[in-house]
């Protein structure tokens, strides 16, 4: 039997076609930055997945699957389940031109036209701390004097410039900014705000709370959200954050941060997208360090609302948080 390989290239495949041009032949739709799609994956009425551009690629985002940012290729694979050594070649003979990008986002003609694409830029109009700021916190046990240590920045306004287009919008009930990153990134969250509840300029190399860990340590636990980081830390645990469970930072920073402590617990949610999540980042983690595992709260506590670490402690108390990292630590 002989194994199959591509006779065509990616780089012949960009050639041929833009980065849009494949998006839209897999939407049957243009392409733009400032619109909503619904996700070919599954069954899906309500528009939530946008594209963003990152080092020259542009990633269609959909935060309810796994992984949640897909190239051109990635989706392209996934949609039409193609093999992956086939996929060059099966995008190169059968997509069809028609399909790009709003002529108000980007002209897709040009040659060049993603570098005139600058990466997306959020500016914030920062509000003073009230109390429905603070007491959404203090239910997670979060301090007003933590959350002002880590970055986090209540909001009136946010501003985006995505390179061609610039637009704003006031921020419904309550929002804020995590700001922590060194690359000057920004996470917006609006946790009331169900159609935007995360907007975003951040990549996978941004890693949450790596500027408060010590240089050399027995135990890292990589969680996925700053809230859930906080509460950990709160126990008197060393821990950082990735951007959600499909992101993970590239082989050089990934090695560069776990190659400092002896073991790396990966906890991530304890319902199936977010086990199996956990467990491929720990896959990945071990070929630089073997003493990874990933772990995850009891699944029953998924059945009860309860599906990570700032939920148990919300919904009971740090009591049981402790009580469970002590356990798996010492595994």
């Not at 960009?14 to 494949?22: A, H, N, R, V, Y």
């Not at 996700?39 to 963003?52: A, I, Q």
């Not at 909001?155 to 704003?168: E, H, R, W």
Request: net charge positive.
């Amino acid at each position: 039997m002989f194994d199959y390989y591509s006779i065509v290239t990616e780089k012949q495949v960009l050639e041929k076609f833009t980065q849009e041009e494949i998006f839209g032949y897999i939407l049957k739709d243009e392409i733009s930055l400032d619109r909503k799609y619904c996700s070919p994956l599954r069954t899906d009425r309500k528009p939530g997945c946008y594209f963003s551009w990152w080092n020259d690629m542009l990633f269609f985002v959909d935060f309810a699957s796994y992984p949640s940012h897909y190239t051109c290729f990635q989706l392209y694979e996934r949609v039409y389940a193609i093999p992956h050594k086939m996929v060059y070649d099966h995008i190169y003979n059968n997509v069809e031109k028609g399909y790009s990008c709003c002529s108000s986002v980007i002209n897709c003609k040009g040659s060049n036209s993603k570098k005139r694409l600058k990466n997306t830029k959020i500016s914030i109009l920062p509000k003073d701390w009230g109390r429905d700021e603070e007491l959404y916190w203090l239910q997670y046990g979060i301090t007003l004097k933590q959350l002002k240590s880590d970055g986090v920045i209540p909001l009136k306004a946010v501003m985006i410039d995505n390179g061609k287009k610039n637009y704003s919008f006031q921020i419904e009930k309550i929002g804020f900014a995590y700001t922590e990153f060194e690359s000057g990134h920004k996470k917006i969250y609006q946790p009331y705000n169900k159609q935007d509840k995360w907007f975003t300029n951040c990549n996978a190399n941004d890693i949450g709370n790596i500027g408060n860990i010590p240089e050399t340590g027995y135990f890292l636990i990589i969680t996925k959200s700053y809230k859930d980081c906080r509460v950990i830390r709160n126990l008197g645990y060393n821990c950082v954050w990735f951007q959600n469970e499909g992101m993970c930072p590239s082989n050089d920073i990934l090695e560069s941060l776990v190659i400092r402590f002896n073991k790396i617990k990966v906890l991530f949610d304890n319902d199936a997208t977010g086990i199996r999540a956990g467990e491929d980042i720990a896959k990945r983690i071990s070929k630089f360090n073997g003493n990874t595992k990933a772990i995850h709260l009891p699944e029953v506590l998924f059945e009860k609302g309860i599906k990570d670490s700032s939920d148990l402690v919300k919904t009971t108390n740090y009591d049981l948080l402790n009580k469970f990292l002590k356990t798996k630590l010492n595994d």
